[in-house]
């Protein structure tokens, strides 16, 4: 089981990108899911989740520009970002805490990043 990411790249400020985040192999649950980011130097840090089966939770600087959604039957997780500023340059990684089988723990499961620059 894997969650390859995608949708970054380089967008002017005030610009827009769509992440998304795709779980490929047998699942039997997805349950919270979550989009962190990693700039140059700095620690990783939460961008956006969902967790507790619906409650969307942002980081300060993101409220009001980036909403985070799933898709459950797609196993796919996306983040739409808007009004991109220069400070949101970072790698975005998606995250999720996956059931692979009936009655099985669950494994947090991290995506490989994906490149979001933003010039200004």
């Known amino acids: 089981v894997q969650l390859q990411a995608s949708g970054g790249g380089l967008v002017q400020a005030g610009g827009s990108l769509r992440l998304s985040c795709k779980a490929f192999g047998t699942i039997y649950s997805i349950n919270d899911v979550g989009w962190y980011r990693q700039a140059p130097g700095k620690q990783r840090e939460l961008v956006a989740e969902?967790?507790?089966?619906?409650?969307?939770n942002y980081a300060e600087s993101v409220k009001g520009r980036f909403t985070i959604s799933r898709d459950d039957a797609e196993n796919i997780m996306m983040l739409q970002m808007n009004n991109l500023k220069a400070e949101d340059t970072a790698v975005y990684y998606c995250?999720?805490?996956?059931?692979?089988?009936?009655?099985?723990?669950?494994?947090?499961?991290w995506g490989q990043g994906t490149l979001v620059t933003v010039s200004s």
């Open positions: 969902i967790i507790g089966g619906g409650v969307a």
């Open positions: 995250y999720a805490r996956i059931r692979l089988r009936v009655g099985s723990d669950e494994n947090g499961l």
